[in-house]
């Protein structure tokens, strides 16, 4: 309402449509690669068969399906099952074959048949071939009066089953397999697997295949057999073996297996089966015995690298012993076999608590440092085939920031970078709310397998058990694989715990472990609650790439800003370009970050449904300056009042114009583009400013707060209305000449104060009456500054309320220079077309949006900070974990007359669903939510309220659908159910048609006339109804106000007053009012039903202004 000034003809940029609107349909989703992820997992829910009683629950992540039996197995290289997603020349990850698309692809079988006849027992533990074919299992038999332990080796291609060592004089562990499926090792107690065995001990063993022989390998290389215990045939740890068996490491108690083993205490040995040399490796720098137990190693293929967990302080030459020792803790050590060299591994990652260093500020991801050691017990350690990757499980605290979780997490170490980073974590990031334990690695460390109690690393996870799950350190994405099936694309959970270590083949396609369920493998699964090994085999989830670039305002590239998806965070190069390239099918919100530099859009959500480019970001010098405005007026302090205010007045704020982010210049484009991200093309009003859709104006710089009578019980006696820093800061420029009447003094914004912050902005207060302060003067928030006013090219009395960001030289320069931002920020879904200016930041005290991290298995209410709207999701409405906000804003497109919006209007949206399938906004839920919206305050003069309705936006038919709707009218508010997310807005239909006119009904609003224009046509359609004019005026001119041709019963009131002060200067109740003004000026003049006035849609009347 304040300045108007030529067009400075720039071009003008067309809003973007959402991203999700140029994705694929949902229905394409059917097609062939995608189908199978969609479906099976990631995510939607699925149901559960009444034919299953066990069934526990759904899980939402990779559900399984039968496998093809032994007996109809293909010839024994043609790997049964899937092979993983592969690259696509056009940067999308797919299926490679549409073949997969069948009930086979996902798979949970006993890991040996029935038809194998394996005698009954309790599984203890399994092992797997590199390439998944063959299968270690150690068996103790259920035989009555039994008590025989059994290692058996099965192929899977041919069905053939062989027992390979049995002891009925002591148990006999968990076995290993050697990459090629020849060699199987184990610890056992029995003294009657091979001659000589008299030391009565547990002993290491090895069975070969090809030689069909059984050899005791915990023996000196003189052959001498161990003095003491190796192994631990109970529990968990199992010898290993390098790719093709010849290598076997163990750790022995025994002090006779290697010259120099004189400490007593548990070492790591490896022996060569070639040449029976027998090695002690668990030595410090020099040659020197470890002074702590050593135990549970682990070989990469080649043999080259051991890892090992100890307790002994003099391992590492590079540590003092003193820091070991003061952990007091297991730690985690590689043994390099090409320097002969131990260094730890468990280091405190830079940042972390008691580490000494700055935080990193990657959440999960960390630099070492090399003097500190974890702070509590790392054990279980897994090393890759290829020899680059480390997992071990530790309680350790400080290994990566931000673990708070207070329980084991599984970890996983780079050898080539030295960083680590905890994978036990849901795909949202989230930590685990239970201990994780015994991980496996895949051939090329990008899967790691591990059982965990945690019920919140998938959603739907209700069995309360143990299960086995499988990180993807590529996706980054985290599942559950001891599912059991039920039908077509209907996966069950585990009814009973599972066991580790899982055995993983080398593309970690197949998952091997042991559990008692009995609804793991369908008709196939076992009867009783005896523990059986598993064998699930997986397929990869389609994987996309998502591409972009950042650049400044002068289209340079910006190098080193961190992008992040969810969690996962890549940098952009010279180029200023970045790129993910396995991403899973899901909801993502990317974000760019750079220190100085503040970027815009501040965000992109998307569905990736396929890959994606031209994800762009846009970078401007400055940092973020956080959230520092207050209202520039007196209010309560509480957040409700504050948001209320920030509101259009016909939605009951305090606000009659905004932003204009086509080109905030005063030039003129016929549209209006608000923060929002929607252009306003429509219902033009108001000539000379430039509204459409009852906002305004084209080309405004700034907001406007019109003056509210601080006092409503005297109406038409003028109070001064006092304005305040939005902020404290120092007066940068007072501007104190402008009377009222001068337009174009000071530029058109007339009395003004410009205050300067210490965070690099300015903020402007514009039109004032008067000015209390001066150029210097240091102002705290309850300062005042001046008296709201309309000097200069004003309307009517109103505060020009307006933020600049300084160029970097601390004085303002003017508009010009000092470029305006918009303190509502910038939602579009693009790039902010002002990009002359700085991106627009929400700088606003108060945040309307909530935001909630919803878990599937748990509901949620989220509640603006208003209380506007609150929205209750039910539990399991959404599968798997999701970020979900709720967020006030403009409506995405406005209604159809004669429905009109109440300016309620708000989006529920998904930030980041990452164990879900991609979520276009017309998603179903599995449970509707509800939603309760109050409209107080809002202007519903001129609206059917008994036909309110809640309305959602459907993107698909690009309208708006009414949701079933009650209303409490007492308590204006309006209650629904949807069974989507998405964008929702109040509607209610004009009473009357010609209420399509009614644009006037506040002096801010007013229609201009001029003495002598043609009558204006206008209703009473209530009581509350009014119509103002605006009229320039001549000193000493009569003018006369005429209301005629009333319809029958209508009585108008008309009064006038003053532009400056909105003090009644005079009234008339008879339909007639004659004024002389004593000042040239602007003045207005409302006419309202009378008390005793008829009112409704034929209470029609003229009015006109004659000189």
């Known amino acids: 309402m304040d300045v108007n000034r030529p067009s400075s003809n720039l071009p003008q940029p067309n809003a973007r449509a959402p991203i999700w609107r140029r994705g694929r349909p949902l229905l394409l989703l059917a097609a062939a690669g995608w189908a199978l992820w969609w479906l099976l997992g990631l995510g939607l829910p699925t149901a559960k068969p009444a034919a299953l009683p066990d069934a526990l629950g759904v899980p939402s992540l990779l559900p399984t399906v039968p496998i093809v039996g032994a007996a109809e197995a293909a010839a024994p290289d043609d790997r049964a099952g899937l092979i993983p997603a592969l690259p696509a020349p056009d940067d999308r990850f797919v299926a490679p074959d549409d073949r997969f698309v069948s009930r086979e692809v996902v798979t949970t079988t006993p890991a040996i048949p029935a038809t194998a006849e394996l005698p009954p027992g309790l599984a203890r533990g399994v092992a797997l071939s590199a390439d998944g074919r063959i299968v270690a299992l150690t068996l103790r038999a259920a035989a009555s009066g039994a008590d025989r332990t059994a290692v058996y080796r099965y192929d899977r291609a041919t069905g053939t089953l062989a027992q390979v060592a049995q002891a009925q004089d002591g148990g006999i562990g968990i076995p290993a397999l050697s990459a090629d ?3 199987i090792a184990f610890y056992a107690w029995a003294t009657t697997l091979t001659p000589g065995d008299t030391n009565a001990v547990q002993d290491a063993f090895v069975y070969d295949q090809a030689a069909g022989r059984l050899q005791r390998v915990s023996v000196s290389s003189a052959g001498a057999q161990a003095d003491d215990r190796t192994g631990d045939a109970g529990a968990t740890a199992r010898p290993a ?16 297996l290697a010259a120099g083993d004189g400490n007593g205490l548990s070492d790591i040995f490896v022996h060569n089966r070639a040449s029976g040399a027998t ?12 002074n702590g137990d050593s135990s549970a190693p682990a070989i990469s293929g080649d043999g080259r690298r051991i890892v090992f967990e100890s307790r002994a302080t003099n391992l590492d030459p590079e540590l003092a012993p003193n820091l070991v020792a003061e952990s007091g803790s297991m730690q985690i050590y590689l043994y390099d076999g090409d320097t002969g060299r131990t260094r730890l591994l468990s280091r405190a990652a830079t940042g972390a608590p008691d580490s000494g260093a700055p935080d990193s500020g990657a959440p999960g991801d960390s630099a070492p440092n090399n003097s500190v050691p974890g702070n509590g017990d790392s054990r279980a350690a897994a090393i890759s085939g290829d020899g680059q990757w480390v997992a071990f499980v530790s309680g350790a605290t400080n290994l990566v920031p931000g673990d708070t979780n207070g329980v084991a997490d599984i970890f996983l170490h780079d050898l080539a970078t030295g960083s680590t980073i905890r994978v036990s974590l849901s795909s949202a990031g989230t930590q685990a709310n239970r201990a994780s334990d015994l991980p496996t690695l895949s051939g090329d460390g990008r899967y790691v397998a591990f059982v965990s109690a945690a019920t919140n690393l998938v959603g739907g996870d209700g069995n309360q058990a143990d299960d ?5 350190r590529l996706a980054q994405h985290t599942s559950r694989v001891s599912v059991g099936v039920a039908a077509a694309w209907t996966g069950i959970q585990a009814n009973a715990p599972s066991r580790g270590p899982a055995a993983l083949s080398d593309d970690g396609r197949m998952v091997a472990f042991v559990s008692p369920a009995t609804n793991l493998a369908g008709e196939a699964s076992p009867a009783s609650r005896m523990a059986t090994g598993f064998i699930h085999a997986r397929q990869d989830p389609p994987l996309y790439a998502l591409q972009g670039r950042v650049l400044d305002a002068s289209r340079t590239p910006l190098a080193g800003v961190e992008i992040a998806a969810g969690p996962q965070r890549t940098t952009t190069d010279a180029t200023g370009s970045y790129r993910f390239a396995y991403l899973p099918g899901g909801t993502y919100t990317l974000v760019a970050a750079k220190p100085g530099y503040i970027f815009s859009p501040p965000r992109r959500t998307l569905s990736l449904l396929d890959s994606l480019r031209g994800q762009d970001f846009i970078g401007f010098p400055g940092g973020d300056p956080g959230a520092f405005l207050d209202l520039p007026l007196a209010y309560d302090g509480l957040p409700a009042t504050f948001l209320d205010t920030l509101r259009d007045t016909d939605e009951g704020g305090w606000i009659d114009s905004w932003f204009d982010h086509d080109a905030p210049d005063y030039s003129k484009n016929q549209a209006v583009l608000l923060w929002d991200g929607r252009q306003r093309r429509a219902e033009p009003s108001n000539d000379a400013l430039g509204c459409f859709e009852r906002r305004c104006y084209d080309g405004h710089d700034g907001i406007d707060f019109p003056y509210r009578d601080p006092n409503p019980a005297t109406p038409g006696v003028y109070e001064p209305l006092p304005i305040y820093p939005a902020a404290a800061g120092r007066v940068a420029a007072v501007y104190t000449t402008c009377a009222a009447g001068t337009p174009r003094c000071n530029g058109g914004y007339g009395n003004e104060v410009i205050l300067a912050h210490e965070n690099g902005y300015f903020t402007r207060y514009s039109h004032l009456d008067g000015v209390a302060v001066r150029a210097g003067d240091v102002m705290a928030r309850a300062t005042v500054l001046g008296i709201m006013g309309s000097t200069g090219n004003s309307m009517g009395t109103h505060l020009h309320f307006a933020v600049h960001l300084d160029n970097g030289n601390g004085v303002w320069d003017g508009e010009a220079v000092d470029v305006p931002v918009d303190p509502f920020g910038w939602a579009g879904d693009g790039p902010d077309p002002w990009t002359a200016g700085a991106a627009s930041r929400r700088l606003w005290r108060f945040n309307p949006t909530a935001e909630v991290i919803l878990l599937g298995s748990q509901g949620a209410t989220l509640r603006d900070g208003g209380g506007t709207v609150t929205a209750n999701l039910p539990a399991d409405a959404l599968a798997g974990q999701a970020r979900v906000e709720l967020a006030l804003g403009g409506a995405p497109a406005r209604p ?14 998904v930030l980041d669903w990452l164990q879900g399938a991609p979520t ?20 519903t003069r001129h609206l059917a309220l008994d036909q309110l309705l809640l309305v959602r936006w459907d993107a698909q038919a690009r309208a708006w659908a009414p949701l079933p709707t009650v209303v409490d009218e007492a308590a204006q508010v ?6 989507r997310l998405g964008e929702f807005d109040l509607h209610a239909p004009l009473r009357c048609p010609a209420d399509r006119l009614e644009a006037d009904d506040s002096y801010f609003a007013a229609v201009f006339v001029s003495a002598g224009h043609p009558p204006l046509t206008r209703l009473f359609d209530g009581p509350r109804d009014e119509d103002w004019l605006r009229l320039n005026a001549t000193a000493g001119t009569r003018y006369q106000v005429t209301v005629d041709e009333v319809a029958a019963g209508v009585r108008p009131r008309v009064e006038v007053y003053d532009v400056d002060g909105l003090t009644r200067l005079a009234a008339n109740g008879a339909g007639t009012l004659a004024w002389q003004p004593a000042v040239d000026g602007t003045y207005f003049v409302r006419v309202a039903p009378a008390p005793d006035s008829a009112v409704g849609c034929e209470a029609t009347y003229r009015v006109a202004i004659t000189e």
């Open 181 to 183: 499926g020849q060699v």
């Open 896 to 909: 159809i007359p004669p429905q009109r919006s109440l300016g309620r209007a708000f989006r529920l949206q």
């Open 468 to 472: 086995i799950f499988l990180y993807d």
């Open 279 to 290: 090695t002690l490796i668990s030595l410090g720098p020099e040659g020197e015995p470890a």
């Open 241 to 256: 073996l390098s790719a093709d068996g010849t290598l076997v490491a163990f750790h022995s108690r025994a002090g006779n």
């Open 974 to 979: 309006i209650y629904a159910a949807s069974d």
């Open 920 to 939: 276009p906004p017309d998603t179903p839920l599995a449970h509707p939510l509800e939603l309760a919206v109050q409209y107080q305050g809002v202007d």
